[in-house]
């Protein structure tokens, strides 16, 4: 008889990271661009089986450039993992939060049979970004602009993943537009 071992451990390890690597932000470790597409491309398949809601909030910090500028890139990067870590506390279990880059956050929020629970989840999140964190002896304040998209699962609606982030971050500007510091729904 004749036997052959082969130790796969770093083989797999390589593998994780490159997972890793492809679908989590490397700042935050929250789920990346691709990463949030693809869970909400498999919930809208899902939803044909057993409708649900969701509503889908692009998150911008106001005021981060500022910190970046005035504090560096350093303090920025510490920043934003606080910032995240509160945002990441004020949402339920079966939310998502995720990084797109830079100061821009997307939250997919799980309405199940309740359409109007948005609300306070986004005032939570409002909040969350409001809050000052202490960097260094500095505190540092930012707030939050927020779109939000709305999907009505049993509306059977004709949506895909990116035109539902797409509305969500046409509705962020609105709410920048609109003072800052708040929310606004795409359509409304």
Same mark, same amino acid.
Do not use: W
């Given at each position: 008889?004749?036997?052959?071992?082969?130790?796969?451990?770093?083989?797999?390890?390589?593998?994780? *990271?490159?997972?890793?690597?492809?679908?989590?932000? &490397?700042?935050?470790?929250?789920?990346?661009?691709?990463?949030?597409?693809?869970?909400?491309?498999?919930?809208?398949?899902?939803?044909?089986?057993?409708?649900?809601?969701?509503?889908?909030?692009?998150?911008?910090?106001?005021?981060?450039?500022?910190?970046? +500028?005035?504090?560096?890139?350093?303090?920025?990067?510490?920043?934003?993992?606080?910032?995240?870590?509160?945002?990441?506390?004020?949402?339920?279990?079966?939310?998502?939060?995720?990084?797109?880059?830079?100061? %821009?956050?997307? @939250?997919?929020?799980?309405? %199940? +049979?309740?359409?109007?629970?948005?609300?306070?989840?986004? *005032?939570?999140?409002?909040?969350?970004?409001?809050?000052?964190?202490?960097?260094?002896?500095? &505190?540092?304040?930012?707030?939050? &602009?927020?779109?939000?998209?709305?999907?009505?699962?049993?509306?059977?609606?004709?949506?895909?993943?990116?035109?539902?982030? &797409?509305?969500?971050?046409?509705?962020?500007? @609105?709410?920048?537009?609109?003072?800052?510091?708040?929310?606004?729904?795409?359509?409304?």
């Amino acid at each position: 008889y004749l036997s052959m071992i082969t130790d796969i451990t770093e083989a797999k390890k390589q593998q994780q *990271q490159l997972e890793n690597f492809a679908y989590y932000d &490397s700042l935050t470790g929250l789920p990346n661009r691709l990463l949030l597409t693809d869970r909400l491309t498999q919930f809208l398949l899902e939803n044909y089986r057993k409708p649900q809601n969701l509503a889908i909030a692009f998150i911008d910090l106001d005021g981060f450039k500022a910190i970046n +500028d005035n504090h560096g890139h350093a303090v920025g990067d510490e920043f934003l993992v606080a910032i995240s870590q509160n945002m990441q506390m004020a949402i339920r279990k079966n939310d998502t939060l995720g990084r797109l880059g830079g100061d %821009e956050f997307i @939250v997919i929020l799980n309405l %199940e +049979d309740n359409f109007q629970a948005f609300q306070r989840p986004l *005032q939570k999140l409002i909040a969350a970004c409001n809050t000052p964190i202490v960097i260094k002896g500095a &505190s540092l304040q930012v707030s939050a &602009s927020i779109g939000v998209s709305l999907y009505e699962g049993k509306s059977k609606q004709d949506m895909d993943a990116a035109t539902l982030i &797409s509305q969500a971050d046409q509705a962020m500007y @609105v709410a920048k537009q609109a003072g800052k510091n708040n929310y606004h729904i795409f359509g409304a």
